[in-house]
């Protein structure tokens, strides 16, 4: 089996940072979506804490058994928003087939558009199915990558494509249904 998911992607990384001004609140980890692969499995979530760092981090995966899994690390430093779209990221990677395809190397273009993809689905989750506002999710979003110091063409590029999915496309089935269509091809 492939080591592919095995790294935790930068976006992951990006998305996960979540103390603005490294505030020292906690939060409540929230349950998590329901998540189903291209393939019809049900996707497991799996909370762990690590003490290396003030992270919030996901990890779409399969395990040690072959069975699709979304590490969800140091969710209580996340506000719920963003704790829900980080699950909706990691979702969509195993939504769209990416957990199962040959990791591209890191900020290649095909890195960075899997990236894109994942937050496409997961900003049209949010506004499908959260409570969480699109400005919400968007102002942790800018500050988890300010903190990590990603520059500010990165960060309006993500933004950039994220408005887009939200405002132009109808629903996150639609949209991955056009991935998924447009891989087998």
Do not use: W
């Not at 992607?9 to 939060?27: E, H, K, R």
């Not at 290396?52 to 069975?67: E, K, L, S, T, Y």
């Not at 769209?96 to 890195?111: F, I, L, M």
Request: aromatic share 8%; glycine share 4%; net charge negative.
């Amino acid at each position: 089996m492939r080591v592919l998911q095995l790294s935790i992607l930068m976006s992951i990384v990006v998305i996960g940072y979540l103390q603005p001004a490294f505030s020292s609140d906690a939060y409540e980890v929230i349950p998590p979506p329901v998540c189903t692969n291209n393939l019809g499995e049900t996707v497991v979530f799996s909370s762990r804490t690590s003490d290396r760092g003030q992270v919030a981090a996901g990890m779409a995966n399969r395990d040690q058994n072959g069975n699709p899994v979304i590490y969800r690390v140091n969710y209580e430093n996340a506000t719920p928003a963003f704790q829900r779209f980080i699950d909706f990221h990691e979702c969509a990677h195993h939504q769209v087939g990416h957990v199962d395809q040959p990791h591209p190397p890191r900020n290649s273009y095909d890195h960075l558009m899997n990236e894109s993809i994942a937050d496409c689905v997961a900003i049209l989750r949010v506004r499908e199915e959260s409570n969480e506002t699109y400005e919400a999710v968007i102002a942790d979003l800018v500050d988890a990558m300010t903190q990590i110091g990603f520059p500010k063409v990165s960060t309006d590029s993500r933004l950039s494509n994220m408005k887009n999915c939200y405002t132009n496309y109808d629903s996150s089935n639609q949209f991955i249904k056009q991935v998924l269509d447009a891989s087998s091809t």
